[in-house]
Structures are given as structure tokens and as C-alpha cells.
């Protein structure tokens, strides 16, 4: 298990994860050799699958201990893996948020905007990961 990541700050998720899931895609054509995400994204299937059962693993044990700080850290560690297998299976993160929009109440939903959408300045940072 990791240690906490110390002066974490609140920052925007749906952000993040646009920048993180862009530069995994970026991954998929980097040397495994010198990129742990293409190592995942290139290696062996198995090993990828292991690795998201022990960030899981992990994170129920810091839930267990309730660590606060902890379970940010292992609930980081799971979802990078996760969206890495997306990545390799070509399951896209429009893809997820629509699965996860159709289980929302329709009461609850809100329009979505897609990545040209965004404002210029998001989408130059998306460029630049």
C-alpha cells in the first residue's frame, strides 16, 4: 500500500480526468520501457487485471482503517488502473459517463458538454499533456 500524498488541494474531477485520460491515450504510443501506462497498456493482460484487484484490494483495506487521506490515495491509484484498462479495451471516457448518465434519474441529469465544447483554454491544456 502507498503513502498518503501530502498538501493534496481540492481540485475540479471532471477536469482531471479529461487531462488523465488524454495522456493515457498519449501512452498508448510511448515506449514501454520507459512509460508505466504503455507497460500497462502494451503488456500482459493479466498483469494489468491483477494490478486493478490489489488497488481494489488496497483501497477496501483503507476504508477498513477509515484513513481519510488513504483511501484518496488508493481510490487515485484504482481509478488511474481503470481508466488505463478502458484505454486498452477502447471503452472511451464519453462512453463510461453515458453509461453512467442512462443509471441517473432523469431528474438529476444535466446536459453534458463534450471536449469541443470546452472552453479554448481547457482544450490547449488537453493538447499539451
Known amino acids: 500500500m502507498g503513502e498518503a500524498t501530502p498538501d493534496v488541494q481540492p481540485g475540479n474531477l471532471g477536469h482531471t480526468l479529461e487531462l488523465l485520460t488524454g495522456v493515457i491515450h498519449e501512452r ?8 508505466y501506462t504503455a507497460k500497462l497498456l502494451k503488456g500482459n493482460l493479466d498483469q494489468l487485471l491483477k494490478k486493478i484487484g490489489e488497488e481494489g484490494t488496497e483501497l ?12 484518496r490515495y488508493e481510490a487515485a491509484d484504482l481509478l488511474y488502473h481503470l481508466l488505463v ?28 458538454a463534450s471536449a469541443t465544447d470546452l472552453p479554448a483554454e481547457t482544450q490547449d491544456q488537453r493538447r499539451q499533456v
Open 28 to 35: 498508448s504510443t510511448a515506449d514501454p520501457a520507459t512509460s
Open 60 to 71: 477496501v483495506m483503507a476504508v477498513k482503517d477509515q484513513s481519510h487521506d488513504h483511501i
Open 85 to 112: 484498462v478502458l484505454e486498452r479495451t477502447g471503452v472511451s471516457a464519453d462512453e463510461l459517463a453515458g453509461e453512467l448518465d442512462a443509471r441517473m434519474p432523469q431528474a438529476y441529469r444535466k446536459p453534458r
